[in-house]
Nanobody
Framework: QVQLVESGGGSVQAGGSLRLSCEIT????????VGWFRQTPGTQREGVAG???????SYTDSVKGRFTISKDNAKNTLYLQMNSLKPEDTAMYYC???????????????WGQGTQVTVSS
């Protein structure tokens, strides 16, 4: 059974950095995709960054050049390095894995509990 637990969220000033981590149990890289999504109150969850089973990465346009997704299979951990943070990056960030993905569209997705990121001006 797949379980995901995020950590590393917090409050930072605009221009600062955070590194999110997601420990994934029951995950095998050969089966699907991993990624990060975010959601604010009253909005739909949006894909931020993802890694397909073949290693290809995808980013939403608003974070390109600022965020970097990576994973450490030996540690069963997914990361999101977030630099040059902006107030509009404020959201609950969720780790996810899906059986299959096309870019940031995930199928048969499992979600973590979320970690809050707050960026102040």
């Amino acid at each position: 059974q797949v379980q995901l637990v995020e950590s590393g969220g917090g409050s930072v000033q605009a221009g600062g950095s955070l590194r999110l981590s997601c420990e994934i149990t029951g995950y095998t890289s050969s089966r699907g995709c991993v990624g990060w999504f975010r959601q604010t109150p009253g909005t739909q969850r949006e894909g931020v960054a993802g890694i397909a089973s073949d290693g290809r990465t995808s980013y939403t346009d608003s974070v390109k050049g600022r965020f970097t997704i990576s994973k450490d299979n030996a540690k069963n951990t997914l990361y999101l390095q977030m630099n040059s943070l902006k107030p509009e990056d404020t959201a609950m960030y969720y780790c996810a894995t899906g059986y299959h993905c096309s870019g940031l569209i995930f199928y048969n997705v499992y979600w973590g509990q979320g970690t809050q990121v707050t960026v102040s001006s």
